[in-house]
């Protein structure tokens, strides 16, 4: 009888020892996958391509719901993003382009956006931040 304990006890604790080895590496895994997202979140995007920066910054100024979306174009070339368009409201006018300046990777804003039945600007972009602090 003395032997059934004994193997009955030896069987728990090995069950025990395979649950939580288990435990230990699904927690693991678990902060290791937080730490790369944390480490990817936290490098410098000086890599990313203009196409996903333009993308970036669309996302950023159009981010409220009442953002004139179909109103603006965003092209971003060498780190340079090119606002152009015709904006109705001033205050949209300078908030997109502020916008734009603070998204990561960002090097300037060449605001071109002016209100309806007025022309373009030409050589002096209204508004235009030259370059970004980093």
Same mark, same amino acid.
């Given at each position: 009888?003395?032997?059934?304990?004994?193997?009955?006890?030896?069987?728990?604790?090995?069950?025990?020892?395979?649950?939580?080895? !288990?435990?230990?590496?699904?927690?693991?895994?678990?902060?290791?996958?937080?730490?790369?997202?944390?480490?990817?979140?936290?490098?410098?995007?000086?890599?990313?391509?203009?196409?996903?920066?333009?993308?970036?910054?669309?996302?950023?100024?159009? !981010?409220?719901?009442?953002?004139?979306?179909?109103?603006?174009?965003?092209?971003?070339?060498?780190?340079?993003?090119?606002?152009?368009?015709?904006?109705?409201?001033?205050?949209?006018?300078?908030?997109?382009?502020?916008?734009?300046?603070?998204?990561?990777?960002?090097?300037?804003?060449?605001?071109?956006?002016?209100?309806?039945?007025?022309?373009?600007?030409?050589?002096?972009? !209204?508004?235009?931040?030259?370059?970004?602090?980093?």
């Amino acid at each position: 009888m003395s032997r059934l304990i004994t193997l009955l006890f030896g069987v728990g604790i090995a069950a025990a020892a395979i649950y939580y080895r !288990r435990e230990i590496r699904e927690r693991a895994a678990i902060a290791a996958g937080k730490t790369k997202g944390a480490v990817a979140t936290a490098m410098p995007s000086e890599d990313v391509d203009d196409k996903t920066l333009a993308h970036k910054v669309e996302t950023e100024i159009f !981010r409220a719901p009442d953002a004139p979306k179909g109103d603006v174009s965003v092209d971003v070339q060498a780190g340079v993003v090119n606002l152009r368009g015709e904006v109705a409201d001033d205050q949209w006018i300078s908030r997109l382009a502020d916008e734009a300046s603070h998204v990561d990777g960002i090097k300037g804003v060449n605001n071109l956006l002016h209100p309806p039945g007025t022309p373009a600007p030409a050589a002096e972009p !209204r508004g235009t931040v030259t370059d970004r602090a980093s």
